[in-house]
């Protein structure tokens, strides 16, 4: 019996979803990549650092492209670890972001003026 109740407890817990990262700091330097707004072709050249730390389910960025003011995000993130939100930029333009954070990976994407797919690190 106690063999029974120790493999029913097992594949239950074998079938839940992957659950968020509850806590941990992510970062990542790169460039953008593909067409900007407007069909610029400068994407490539734009070099962005991004730091994200998740706490439980809350999600809290900050990205600053080389030369340019430091921004910022949050976001609740889902029982898989899944986000999506708005971040400003300057001059009243906006990023959108979306990402996952969870045990199995980390990565965030700002997606506006130029898209940079962050594929995070912990740290």
Known sequence: M????????????LSLPVQAQTTGSYTWTGYGSGGGVGGSTNCSSYKMKIDVTVSGTTV????????????????TADANGAF????????????????????????????????????????
């Open 2 to 13: 106690r063999f029974a109740l120790a493999l029913v407890a097992t594949a239950a817990a």
């Open 60 to 75: 809290k960025g900050l990205f600053q492209q080389q030369g340019r003011p430091q921004r910022h995000f949050e976001a």
């Open 84 to 123: 999506r939100t708005k971040a400003q930029v300057g001059d009243g333009g906006v990023m959108d972001v979306r990402g996952t954070i969870n045990a199995a990976t980390a990565g965030v994407v700002l997606d506006g003026y130029c898209k940079f797919d962050a594929k995070l690190k912990k740290i």
